[in-house]
């Protein structure tokens, strides 16, 4: 290389690209170095989940059981909490916990109480959720809606604020599950609306304890297979929906309609539903034992490379998207 080249490579113009490049690639070690930092003493934390008797609960629970946490574990019916007692270690304590029932949850904050003594609540993991009905939305009525408020949004912020004292105690975490559908509303019914609400209450709950060293992460999954996306439920649900209609919206819709619907929703959940569940718990892991936990985990490849971007696009985005895959109705303009 002759002095003329050397001097062109390092002339100003390269040297802002170097700089930059410099700069940029030791921002990613710094920011991984710190992510991969971890809490000491895991065998001494209490991490209360709710929602254990299937799906990613139950998965999150022996987990964090093998991890070496003590685990208490809510669970909605006693054979879900018989079954998770006996495949973990003796160490893993189940409570039954309806998220709905105030009553419930404040008997399970008192066993808490006795549980964790003087070390109060490490991490409370808000999992509980249903999804249906799902569906366009004016099929739904209130109680439609409500059904799924109550548990995902109402049962999470009454979770919260009754377990707060205890995880002030010991400057733990919140750990709330919300969704992609958090982000973008593709779906009809309460759902949606209430894991933006998860969302929100989320961000705002943060921002007003961080002052007592409590963090709050989001969960943002996307689409995996459990109960929340089985088939099955999901249309026995839209028939009956379909079903409660008066005779002029169905006839504003077709006859065929629901048939389509149907049919693009099985081609779209069968296409996307990820069996690897262990994405999302190991997100849910990072949140409670990493030393810098991040604020949001998206979970899964639909989630990094579709819905979270399209999050950020113009809503147009999404309403030409759904408008094109989504049937037409018979009577549409
Ligand atoms: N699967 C997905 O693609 C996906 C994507 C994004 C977010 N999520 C969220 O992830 C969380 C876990 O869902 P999952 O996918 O693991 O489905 P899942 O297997 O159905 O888990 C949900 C759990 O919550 C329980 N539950 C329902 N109502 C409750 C109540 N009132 N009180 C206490 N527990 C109650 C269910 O009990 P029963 O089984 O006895 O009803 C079930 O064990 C939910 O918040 C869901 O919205 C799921």
């Not at 909490?81 to 270690?89: F, V």
């Not at 991490?123 to 809606?145: H, Q, T, Y």
């Not at 009956?240 to 779209?268: C, F, H, M």
Request: net charge positive; charged share 25%.
């Amino acid at each position: 290389m002759d002095t003329e080249n050397t001097y062109e490579l390092i002339s100003n113009e390269n040297l802002w690209i170097y700089g930059t490049g410099a700069f940029v690639l030791l921002w990613i070690l710094v920011w991984l170095y710190r992510d991969s930092l971890e809490i000491e003493h895991v065998n001494q934390k209490y991490v209360f989940v709710t929602g254990c008797d299937s799906g990613f609960g139950n998965l999150l629970c022996r987990q964090l059981d093998r991890r070496g946490f003590r685990v208490l574990a809510g669970c909605l019916t006693e054979k879900g909490a018989d079954d998770l007692k006996r495949a973990t270690g003796p160490y893993l304590k189940t409570v039954l916990l309806d998220v709905t029932n105030t009553e419930s949850i404040q008997k399970a904050v008192e066993w808490t109480k006795k549980e964790v003594g003087e070390k109060g609540l490490w991490g409370l993991v808000n999992n509980a959720g249903r999804s249906l009905p799902m569906g366009p939305s004016e099929w739904m009525k209130i109680e439609d809606f409500n059904s799924t408020l109550k548990v995902n949004m109402f049962g999470v912020i009454e979770m919260t604020m009754n377990f707060l004292p205890l995880i002030k105690q010991a400057r733990g975490r919140v750990v709330n599950v919300a969704s992609v559908l958090g982000r973008v509303a593709a779906n009809g019914g309460g759902y949606c609306i209430s894991k933006f609400a998860v969302e929100s209450f989320s961000d705002c709950l943060r921002r007003d304890i961080h002052y007592f060293g409590i963090k709050v992460c989001i969960i943002e999954p996307g689409f995996f297979k459990t109960q929340v996306t089985s088939l099955e439920p999901i249309e026995r649900e839209l028939h009956r929906l379909w079903n409660q209609l008066t005779p002029e919206v169905k006839a504003s819709y077709g006859e065929k309609y629901l048939d389509k619907y149907i049919k693009i929703q099985r081609l779209i959940m069968n296409a996307v539903c990820d069996s690897d569940l262990n994405k999302v718990t190991n997100c849910m892991e990072h949140a409670l034992v990493a030393a810098y936990p991040r604020t949001r985990y998206s979970a899964g490849w639909d989630a990094k490379f579709a819905w979270i971007p399209l999050s950020y696009m113009p809503a147009c985005v999404v309403d030409i998207a759904l408008k094109v895959i989504m049937p037409r109705p018979a009577k549409s303009v």
